[in-house]
């Protein structure tokens, strides 16, 4: 990439080509990826795998579509932020679930002219909730409002 602010759209384009590869490609060889439930993938590879079960999988019917998304240049470092729309995720009984938002952060270095991420985090947006509580082993939406 030359500019940091394609990688949304690079992101959702190797998503809704269901393209692993084309979307691991996008981050550095030792890049960090957490996805929205914690789990944390520590490498390209890790990335390109996680990435191609799931959209091969529960996301093989899925399409990601980028809302807002706010640049900040820090030099060779820029931070991305940005909401993603999701849907047709496959629910574990087969059925269709219901569409949901995020919002991925994505750190972008520049080495040799070009941009790759170096780490990326991205965060369901749960409605109406201000935090999670945690019991009995289950994590569970709560508004303190």
Avoid at 18 to 43: P, S, Y
Avoid at 65 to 87: E, S
Wanted: proline share 3%; with cysteine.
């Amino acid at each position: 990439m030359q500019d940091p602010s394609e990688m949304p759209r690079a992101f959702a384009a190797a998503w809704n080509a269901r393209d692993a590869g084309a979307l691991a490609a996008l981050f550095a060889a030792d890049a960090d990826f957490v996805n929205v439930v914690g789990l944390w993938w520590h490498d390209r590879e890790a990335i390109r795998a996680a990435h191609d079960y799931g959209l091969r999988g529960m996301f093989r019917n899925s399409t990601l579509k980028i809302g807002r998304v706010k640049h900040r240049d820090l030099g060779d470092v820029a931070v991305i932020h940005a909401r993603l729309h999701l849907a047709g995720q496959v629910a574990p009984d087969g059925s269709a679930a219901d569409r949901r938002s995020t919002v991925i952060t994505f750190v972008m270095h520049r080495r040799d002219g070009e941009w790759l991420c170096v780490a990326a985090q991205n965060t369901d947006i749960v409605p109406g909730a201000e935090s999670h509580v945690a019991g009995d082993g289950v994590l569970s939406p709560a508004d303190y409002r």
